[in-house]
């Protein structure tokens, strides 16, 4: 289903605050991944756990990368919980994005102690 991506960022952030409104900050990835299923069924969006992307190199399946969720097909979201995020962070999704041929991701740090950090990030060829 083709939605509006920017309407489709804000409805996915709105689950992350939820979840970090319930659950606090400093819990395992795990639990943000499966908390995060959670809301996004409970907000009715189609979207994928833990999906594999295939890694090419001259036309040769060189590896993979495993995404936490792909959200309508339109948008990566990378879950972390570290105390704050780094540009390998971003290099990461930036890298998901290529090989999944997707313009868009979203970073979601449950790790911060004050707040949930939120990182857009577009596909280098955007």
Do not use: T, W
């Not at 959670?38 to 979207?47: I, K, N, P, S």
């Amino acid at each position: 289903m083709e939605k509006n991506s920017p309407e489709l960022s804000r409805r996915i952030i709105d689950c992350a605050f939820d979840v970090y409104r319930v659950i606090g900050p400093l819990q395992s990835e795990g639990v943000y991944q499966k908390a995060m299923q959670v809301a996004l069924r409970e907000e009715g969006l189609d979207f994928q756990a833990q999906k594999h992307l295939p890694i090419h190199f001259r036309g040769h399946k060189v590896g993979r990368g495993l995404v936490d969720l792909m959200v309508d097909e339109q948008i990566i979201v990378e879950l972390k919980a570290v105390s704050g995020l780094h540009p390998q962070h971003i290099a990461q999704v930036q890298r998901y994005l290529s090989a999944a041929h997707v313009r868009r991701g979203l970073i979601l740090n449950f790790g911060c102690p004050d707040n949930l950090e939120i990182k857009h990030v577009r596909a280098r060829h955007e």
